[in-house]
């Protein structure tokens, strides 16, 4: 069904897609290009929220050439005005005969109905090229549009033998540095970052992008701190940082909460359930404020509930290469098994050194 060109031009698109890893959110990461004569005449990716989408930018970089043209896109064109107009209008009126496409787009506003006006203009579909990838490229926003949910990434930083510090609770640093450097991506990717009280009382974090170029790209995601008591100091390091926090917590008197805003944070009530606030309840919060995909950098204890809950989508776990004992802490504090065909099963989908380290992703399977 698809030639050779169909997958090159594809793949270009979904390159230019991933331009957007960082900056593109709420919205999904899209790119597109714009083939006539087999030539490449246009091209674009979807740079920021409330900016051009990458039909409109591959339009305008093909000018008149358009006309007559194939548009290979990742994501289903739109066809109702958000915060920019419709790219169907837009593909129509420049003269599109085919668009070739990898995946419908899952947001209610458009799924199906961007297909239905480009056809219903005479530009015939092809569908389906590429869609296990664009699917990946954009995981959080497609289950946050079908589920209300945000996708979620748990990562830990620890040794050979699965500890993530000392009995001490020193930690700094397990990993490498360029271990840690690779982190700075892995947040610059997402929405938001995850943690709990325990780790700030702790360790005081900045949980933002250090990374320059990445910073400088506008990587910015929102800090989360989950605290049920509202205990979070004014003084926490990550209030005098760029970008915005925001503390969920059970019910809290209005001193703490003004101190807070005072300082910067954001504070919201959620549901607290066993004397923590209700996981599920955080993530439709989340989700709520267009949050796609959610990076959980916290202790044993945080991480092991959202993993039993099955909250947690990916695991990426950087392993260095030393041994902490069995009286170090570990990566996850989950309840004991009495069957092996209990125990939590995870799939590993990647492994890789990164610097003296590895860094393994895993997906933990369901059922």
């Known amino acids: ?18 331009l957007g890893l960082y900056t593109a959110h709420p919205n999904p990461r899209v790119g597109c290009v ?23 930018l591959a339009l305008r970089a093909a000018g008149r050439r358009a006309r007559g043209a194939s548009c290979y896109v990742t994501l289903e064109p739109c066809c109702h005005q958000g915060r920019t107009p419709p790219c169907t209008e837009s593909l129509v009126g420049a003269g599109i005969t085919r668009v070739i496409l990898a995946m419908t787009d899952p947001n209610p506003a458009v799924q199906g109905r961007g297909c239905q006006a480009l056809a219903e203009a005479g530009i015939a579909i092809a569908m389906g090229l590429g869609e296990s990838e664009a699917t990946r490229l954009n995981r959080g926003f497609v289950k946050r549009m079908r589920f209300g949910l945000p996708g979620v990434t748990a990562k830990t930083a620890m040794s ?21 450097a690779d982190v700075q991506r892995l947040r610059a990717q997402s929405s938001a970052i995850l943690t709990g009280i325990g780790t700030v009382l702790a360790d005081d974090p900045l949980l933002s992008v250090r990374d320059p170029v990445l910073a400088g790209a506008g990587a910015a ?13 004014p003084s926490a390091r990550m209030l005098r940082e760029a970008g915005s926090t925001l503390v969920l917590c059970g019910e809290a008197g209005p001193e703490r909460r003004v101190a807070l805003a005072e300082a910067g944070a954001r504070v919201i009530e959620v549901p607290v359930r066993g004397g923590r606030p209700d996981l599920i309840q955080v993530m439709r919060t989340l989700a709520g404020l267009e949050v796609n995909e ?14 039993a809950a099955g909250l947690v989508d990916e695991l990426v776990a950087y392993v260095a290469p030393r041994l902490l004992g069995g009286d170090a802490i570990p990566m996850a504090a989950l309840g004991g098994y009495s069957r092996l065909e209990d125990a939590l099963h995870l799939e590993i989908t990647d492994v890789r050194a990164i610097g003296s380290d590895w860094r393994i992703t895993a997906e933990p399977v369901s059922g």
């Open 221 to 233: 995601p929102l800090r989360v701190v989950l605290d049920t008591r509202l205990r979070m100091p």
């Open 294 to 307: 959610v990076l959980v950098e916290a202790g044993p204890v945080l991480t092991g509930t959202m993993l």
């Open 160 to 180: 050979l033998d699965g500890r993530v510090a000392l009995r001490s609770g020193m930690s700094r640093w397990i990993t490498s540095q360029a271990a840690r």
């Open 1 to 18: 069904m698809w030639s050779a060109d169909d997958h090159r031009h594809m793949a270009r698109a979904l390159a230019l897609g991933r």
């Open 34 to 56: 714009l083939v006539k004569d087999g030539a490449v005449v246009g091209e674009g990716w979807h740079r920021r929220a409330g900016e051009p989408h990458a039909e409109v």
